[in-house]
């Protein structure tokens, strides 16, 4: 005989509110010994709240299902050669700089979120935890699995995990999550659940995953949206988490404000990589970062989010002024810094092409033409004479978000912006008002700042000359980094594009 | 600030998909108020204050059960918030 179903409401507190006990021969604050030092008040556990009502069956069965699709469009796509497919080789640079920037910190956010679905008292967190700790565990092996087909191909792939924990660029993404995962489990939550998946998220991943459908990389577009399947939820438990905190006591209030004021501007200029690859290395463009920034910054986020955060009294973030500000020129200004360091990363950077800087124009018209086209149309002719600009030297770097020191005074395109603090007697850097307000709230954290500029100069970067360096990183000179025009993977791509009538391999 | 406030949008975002498409259809007719657009892979539905998916329409439009956890299979992102989420229905709205 068949049984009435339970519904999804019972089901929830069946199997994941109810598998939980009352300690009682262990304090529980012993049992959860992170959750009370940062301040944060929680009288109440059961008044969290998971909208999905998940439980483990249900979680279970449709990551199966959204795995074997994934997997049927990875194996056509091997099977069919969808390499040779996309609008041209120059958009690989955005997966090397994605396999290398984030898929790490998808990693290190399942282990994170392992710690917290132990270590969170309430159960409906920490099983909201549990899955979303899984959820990372298949974002790294799907990202892995996926780009691994291009790997095979093309240069600068062959060894990101090592290339995230050394190179220069790179500790921008790896400083930013390890600030994250060295807080306590309140402020991660806040950092990355809160600001990272929920304010942030659909500037990082719409881009690359509509960017990679629209230049014809079908293989990362499945991966992006399987893993975006799972990012509303991760954007779900951020706002949950957020609001959560901000129920149980008013004395959270405070102390919330400033995470977010500071995740917001350290999540804010991670996010200058990706403004650069929408504007720079997507061949064929999806929308302007500016575009981005409004929609989702300022029309999702300020109008829509923050209204709703007002009642709690949370402001919008402090600095995001400077930000809205900014998008005016931030991708031009960090994508010219990655042309002239490209020598020392694991791609290829170079000049945009004429029609680019005409669409650039039209998407930037109060500054490229005034600020970019030109710089772009020098570094072109340079070029042209076989002089291709390489900055020579080492460049100085914002002690926070370790961007080098390129971004400019706000609304002052040509004055580049420092700010710098005394500590213990040292003079410490900074890009802009943003970054100083983070170090000051807190110096002894970021004073221990690995930063890779000075860790060549002290000799623990495998030596102090370029091909030293570049040997330490995992990079092949010559064949992962430098300009593009004259790289492999621009040979082989016109190679493989020659019509011939003989068939065989790469 | 002494301007009108403006009305908030919530959205959704879908995949651009064989299974979208039914789903899409029902949300515009559960939502008359929805605008859509379209990116490269990508459906957004957008209206004023909520969106509301109902299991009863995405079933007739599928031509098939579909219980509302489904909803996952087809989602990339939203703005809002998820204020009710049953098994027979899923409503996404600014709270305050």
Known sequence: MAKAKLSMRDRYRLLTRDLDWEPTYVEPEKLYPHTRYEGIKIHDWDKWEDPFRLTVDSYSKYQAEKDKKLYA??????????????????????????LAGVTPLEYAAHRHFGYLARHLDGPGARFASLCQSIDELRHAQTEIHTISQYNKYYGGLHDFGKMHDRVWYLSVPKSFFDDGLSAGPFEFLTAISFSFEYLLTNLLFVPFMSGASFNGDLATMTFGFSAQSDESRHMTLGLEVIKFMLEQDEDNVPIIQDWVDKWFWRGYRVLGLVASMMDYMLPKKIMSWKEAFELYLEQQMLEGLFPD?????IRPPRHVEQAITEKEYMSHQVYWTLYQFAFAANFNATVPEPAEMDWMSQAYPDTF??????????????QEQGKRFFFQGLPMLCQICQIPMAFTEPGDPTNIAVRTSQFRGERFNFCSDGCKWIFDREPEKYVQAWLPVHQIYQGNCGGTTIPEVLDWYGIQDGVDNGEYLTSPDKTNWDKWHTPSVVGGGA | MTSEPRT???????????????????????????????????????????????????EQRMGREWETHEFQMNIVSYSGHIADWDDDQIVIKWEH
């Open chain 1, 73 to 98: 469009v990875i194996d056509g796509f091997a099977q069919g050669q969808g390499h040779l497919s996309l609008t041209d080789a120059r958009y690989v640079n955005s997966l090397k700089l994605f």
């Open chain 1, 309 to 313: 955060l007002e009642f709690y009294g």
């Open chain 1, 369 to 382: 033409d005034r600020y970019y086209r030109p710089l772009w149309e020098r570094a072109r002719s340079l």
């Open chain 2, 8 to 58: 908030r949008q919530v959205s959704v975002d879908l995949q651009d998909s064989e299974d979208t498409r039914a789903l899409v259809e029902a949300i515009e007719e559960d939502n008359p108020d929805a605008d859509l657009l379209r990116m490269p892979g990508l459906v957004r539905v957008q209206a004023p204050k909520e969106v509301v998916i109902r299991r009863e329409t995405v």
